[in-house]
């Protein structure tokens, strides 16, 4: 086991490299890589790589490519084995973990054909033990695997032998459900898999393991900080000797160093600090700021805080005070009222504002009732829907607009005849495309149209104009498919140009900038290239950037800058609001492991949200809408 010297890393029982950027991390992993091929070259010896198809590995694949590129590295003595793959699956199929190696990597370095070694996804079942026996011979006879990079544990599902080799294994329904987006429902999704096996994967000589964003959190800290068992596979890594975990800030957010560094050590006690360890241990000790006690703060690690900025009751005013500033009715500020401790000014009044959604709901169900607030208000509000949405459509809503188009024909004597070939052609179409396969122009054209309808309504319902209604169609996410384009110029030029023609006082955009390859991520960098470029123009020095988080997850409250609160209408406005993308709802496309709908996953987040800050000693809300600002 891996013991720690550095005494804030004390909880840990593997080393842990936490990055700022996820690129920079990706990049010395790709560099490590190529560094051993090289050595390994030297010596006239094959070099083996095992590899995952994880979207942690993007960026490591495109960093050893541009190192191909640059003639640093050749791939000429390199073998590569692939971690998993679903089985059966054709490894021709969108989902297949060969095709993303290939197309993330092997269709642009020169290593020989034979030299990959991806698990056969189409191998007889009768034959897949003895195929399974070859993988593992062809890796012990190239001399084992030199360097492995992972992002999970393959497909060794919990109860996985610590024992275990590369074989056929049943996916859990949790796993399934997990891969359903891959697969556009997880119907669609298959019940086996060939992984990698346990001691497989330990037998590597290095393994770097890479986990980008706060998704990954959890499983972090239970790999890092937590025991070794079955039911949680990627702890059996705690016995290597020889493994680096890279991380970015997110994907740390639960390890003790980060999550609450005062009880590591000595720490800075910056404002924000002092901030997150008072929350933390109201929470713990279930009290609100101001009844915390010298006592409280001395007998749960923090004697430090009081010693250096105590006694108790001055900090506790401090804190109470700061979050108390954050809590507004006005998101757009309010006209002449007192705004040195609101969190928006209060001239100009009324402001413009320009409200990014990533998706065609995601400015409902992330701000629902603060854009109700601002249209209420009388702002400006304009509503900038950045990517289109349409592989999140069920085929049959797509059969349900076309037939309602053909029956309309024949209503108003249009070209009922055409219509109806539309239709007869659409209905052709999904009935030959295969389960994970992209749709075609014409059917992908119709999803568009219903989530901008969808979109339309909404808007309509909150007394937003249609002239501030604007669908950008960002280019990077028109594929078909779930894997998207990387961001370029174009997108940031329609970003761009919408923010030089309204000129906004405000900007709301989805702060999920976590997950390297996530479509929220990709429209937010977006955004932020189109500020940069702008950022000499004179009227975005008096502009404002506000940042939502998605459906899933909110802000932490030491995180939070402007706190929005809804009354019981309020909230039931913003359910109607979500209500009216009705092809997102009763069963959302891509629910991930979280059943519930997306107004559900909204109103209980919010009001969680609520419920803490009456904890903490606020007025009791019914929910509450959290924002970071961004500085530009």
């Known amino acids: 086991m891996n013991v720690n010297s550095d005494f804030t890393k004390r909880y840990e029982k593997v080393p842990v490299d936490i990055f700022e950027d996820s690129s920079v991390a990706s990049t010395l992993v790709a560099e490590s890589i190529a560094e051993t091929i090289k050595k390994k070259e030297r010596k006239n010896q094959p070099c083996v790589l095992g590899l995952s198809a994880s979207s942690s590995s993007i960026q490591v694949y495109e960093e050893l490519v541009k190192l191909y590129n640059s003639k640093e ?19 021709n199929e969108l989902q297949s973990h060969y095709r993303f190696l290939k197309e993330y990597l092997f269709d642009f370095i020169d290593i020989p054909k034979a030299n990959i070694h991806c698990l056969d996804s189409e191998i007889k079942k009768d034959k897949v033990h003895q195929y399974c026996a070859e993988y593992e011979k062809k890796i012990a006879d190239l001399g084992g695997i030199d360097i492995l990079v992972i992002g999970n544990m393959g497909f060794n599902e919990p109860g996985s032998h610590y024992n275990s080799k590369t074989r056929l294994i049943t996916l859990n329904y949790t796993s399934r459900v997990a891969a359903a987006s891959e697969f556009f429902g997880v119907e669609y999704v298959p019940f086996h898999a060939l992984t990698m096996g346990i001691e497989t994967i330990l037998s590597a000589k290095k393994i770097f393991f890479l986990a980008w964003g706060e998704g990954k959190a959890s499983s972090i800290h239970k790999l890092v900080e937590g ?32 999550k609450t560094p005062w009880l590591t050590g000595p ?29 409280d703060y001395n007998d749960n690690g923090m004697s430090d805080l009081i010693t250096e900025k105590g006694p108790a009751s001055k900090i506790n005013i401090k804190v109470f005070n700061d979050l108390q500033h954050t809590i507004s009715g006005w998101p757009g500020g309010k006209p ?18 320009v409200i990014f959604s990533p998706h065609p709901d995601d400015d409902v169900i992330s701000m629902g009732g603060t854009l109700a607030r601002l249209s209420e208000h009388g702002h400006e509000v304009h509503l900038a829907y950045q990517v289109s949405g349409n592989i999140a459509v069920f085929d049959h809503d797509a059969i349900r607009f076309l037939d309602f188009l053909r029956d309309s024909s024949k209503i108003y004597n249009l070209e009922d005849k055409k219509a109806e070939d539309i239709y007869v052609k659409a209905l052709e179409d999904l009935k030959h495309k295969h389960p994970g396969e992209p749709d075609s122009d014409s059917i992908r054209a119709v999803k568009g149209a219903i989530r901008r309808g969808e979109a339309k309504a909404a808007c309509r319902y909150l007394k937003i104009p249609e002239n501030h209604v604007h669908f950008l169609d960002l280019p990077f996410y028109e594929t078909g498919g779930v894997k998207k384009k990387p961001i370029s110029d174009a997108d940031i030029n329609i970003v761009k140009d919408l923010l030089q023609e309204v000129k906004p006082h405000q900007i709301y ?20 290239g189109a500020l940069e470029q702008l950022k000499e123009e004179e009227w975005i020095k008096d502009c404002r950037v506000w940042l939502y988080r998605g459906a899933w997850q909110e802000w932490d409250v030491a995180d939070a800058d402007m706190a929005v609160p809804l009354s019981p209408e309020e909230v039931n406005i913003k359910r109607e609001a979500i209500f009216k993308h009705q092809s997102q709802k009763d069963r959302p496309l891509f629910p991930g492991s979280d059943k519930r709908e997306f107004w559900q996953r ?9 419920v803490l800050f009456d904890k903490l000693g606020m007025a009791e809300y019914q929910a509450i809408e959290l924002f970071v600002r961004y500085k530009i």
């Open 73 to 91: 590295v050749s791939f000429k003595n390199v073998h590569i084995f692939s971690v998993d793959e679903y089985y059966p699956l054709n490894k």
């Open 336 to 353: 002449n009222a007192d705004d040195s401790t609101r969190p928006e000014r209060a001239l100009p009044f009324p402001k413009r504002v």
């Open 602 to 610: 909204a109103e209980e987040r919010n009001h969680n949200t609520a």
């Open 267 to 295: 720490c800075e006690w910056t404002d924000f600090l002092i901030r997150k360890s008072v929350f933390w241990l109201c929470r713990k000790l279930e009290k609100p700021i101001l009844k915390l006690t010298d006592r």
């Open 227 to 258: 025991t070794i068992n079955e039911q949680n596979p990627a702890s059996y890594l705690q016995n290597h000797n020889n493994l680096e975990v890279l991380i970015d800030t997110s994907a740390a957010a639960e390890l003790t160093r980060v």
């Open 509 to 528: 955009a989805a702060g999920d900038l976590s997950d390297p390859h996530g479509t929220h991520r990709v429209c937010l960098l977006a955004i932020l």
